[in-house]
């Protein structure tokens, strides 16, 4: 039958996807047997069901297939998986996943073949890295759909296994083993997966007077009235606040500058105790969005030693992210360009081995996540300022105004960075002009504002431009200090 399709939304398809564990690891040699012997034995050992697919593609070791029957499906499933336990020309084993749903098909005109897409094409492709090597795995959907059939395959049996969590972040679903009834069960009943809660409790959900408190201070933009708003809560706590609620308080502290309240909230959310069959255990002392808000609220105290402590501790963890490294070069940054009263010092006062390794951590955060415009900006700063000249701003923020600048009026906080990025290039008045339709169009609240403003005063203090463009930086400072 020939691999074609209809465009369009095609309803109750089962999707097979496979792939070989080793194939990365093949030498020159080893490919080219891969391809000249290997694929057309295993083509051969598949053709015949592998054509009642519609459609089906394949890419280095990655074969998809679409069908409308499960007995098909199963049928080309076991054949592939059969093929790689018997065959002797290379050492691979498979890990094939299948899955049931609708998809989109429609015809690929760069390749001028049939193809598809949509989310249950991508369940089964996130399902595979975490099949058994050698082993075939489906998700609940397909394993009911294939039994639910008025004619199912006979002598074949799903053994559960169990909620899965799939790859790349993909979510957790339930998931079988597909195989024939002569063959062996591999999943003993004491590995059937278990309810953890008693053992490793989850933290408390927040109670419906939280949440309206929380819907309150959540209309605060300014750090007055949030004030206002935080007074009394003392007695809160005492009659027993969860632990989740002291944590959005210090998100929102810190959201508008109240750094000392944030700190004494984020503290107080590791605190909160649970009772774990009478063992007291502390389920948010490690919470990582906690910990990142401390350091943060510290940091802007002038408290970089124990921020920083924080940071690093994460990064050793595991947690190594783009975040991670923005906000230890952030400590490093701070600690650099600002004295003990917390105070901008001129270029001459600002130390610069310290300020060198945040420009080098802003470098690799950009590095690990081009679309982070927050790293790119900061390390274009810290380059400018380590470097006396302007001009050696140009490459990234080039590259910035290159890259977002069709993003321009989306947000804020994008908008401020494409302003910043031109001023380091010494537009000035163009970034002044900038900095005006974005606070026009987004109306940030004036913690948002201040914050741009004091990355402009340092750039303004380390005196990198001349001295008829001082006047027309500081009409970009007094701009974001307007109150609205």
């Avoid at 083993?177 to 927040?206: S, W």
């Avoid at 819907?215 to 027993?240: I, M, Q, Y």
């Avoid at 990582?288 to 609220?297: E, F, H």
Wanted: aromatic content about 10%.
């Amino acid at each position: 039958m020939e691999n074609t399709t209809t465009q369009g939304i095609s309803a109750d398809k089962y999707i097979v996807f496979t792939d070989l564990a080793g194939f990365s690891k093949l030498t020159p040699s080893e490919t080219q047997v891969f391809a000249a012997e290997l694929i057309p034995a295993l083509y051969k050992e598949i053709e015949t069901a592998l054509v009642k697919a519609q459609p089906w593609n394949t890419w280095g070791d990655a074969l998809f297939a679409v069908f409308s029957n499960p007995n098909d499906a199963i049928e080309l499933m076991l054949l592939y998986r059969d093929f790689f336990s018997t065959t002797k020309i290379l050492s691979l084993k498979p890990r094939i996943a299948a899955h049931f749903g609708d998809v989109f098909c429609y015809h690929d005109p760069i390749l001028n073949s049939p193809s598809i897409m949509g989310v249950n094409v991508n369940t089964p492709a996130r399902l595979e890295p975490v099949t058994r090597v050698g082993e075939i795995f489906v998700t609940e959907e397909f394993q009911k759909r294939a039994i639910g059939v008025s004619q199912p395959l006979p002598n074949i049996a799903f053994d559960p296994i169990g909620e899965l969590e799939f790859a790349k972040g993909f979510g957790v679903m339930e998931v079988f083993r597909l195989r024939r009834n002569n063959e062996e069960e591999q999943i003993p009943e004491h590995l059937f997966q278990q309810k953890l809660t008693e053992a490793l409790p989850d933290v408390d959900d927040l109670t419906k007077d939280e949440k309206s408190y929380l819907k309150t201070c959540e209309g605060a933009d300014e750090a007055k009235t949030l004030n206002v708003l935080l007074e009394g809560l003392e007695s809160t706590f005492k009659t027993g606040a969860t632990g989740v609620f002291a944590m959005r308080l210090a998100e929102l502290c810190k959201q508008v500058g109240l750094y000392k309240q944030g700190e004494d909230y984020a503290r107080l959310a590791g605190e909160f105790p649970l009772n774990a069959d009478g063992i007291t255990v502390y389920p948010l002392r490690h919470d990582v969005d906690r910990l990142k808000t401390l350091a943060n609220c510290l940091s802007k105290q002038g408290k970089y030693e124990e921020a920083t402590n924080i940071m690093y501790d994460l990064w050793q963890s595991g947690k190594q992210d783009s975040d991670t490294l923005c906000m230890l070069a952030a400590q490093y940054k701070r600690k650099a360009l600002f004295d003990q009263e917390n105070k901008i010092q001129s270029r001459e006062q600002m130390d610069r081995p310290l300020l060198e390794r945040s420009y080098k951590l802003y470098l690799e955060a950009f590095r690990r996540d081009l679309d982070s415009y927050y790293a790119a900006i900061n390390a274009a700063y810290n380059g400018v300022i380590l470097s006396g000249a302007v001009k050696e701003a140009g490459k990234l923020a080039k590259y910035i105004k290159i890259v977002w600048m069709k993003d321009q009026g989306q947000n804020w906080w994008k908008d401020a960075t494409l302003a910043e990025a031109e001023m380091l290039e010494g537009g000035y008045r163009k970034s002044l002009q900038w900095f005006q339709k974005a606070l026009q169009a987004h109306n940030p609240p004036s913690f948002e504002r201040a914050s741009t403003a004091t990355q402009i005063e340092i750039f303004q203090t380390a005196g990198l431009h001349s001295p008829e463009d001082k006047e027309e930086i500081q009409k970009i400072i007094d701009l974001l200090s307007i109150k609205t």
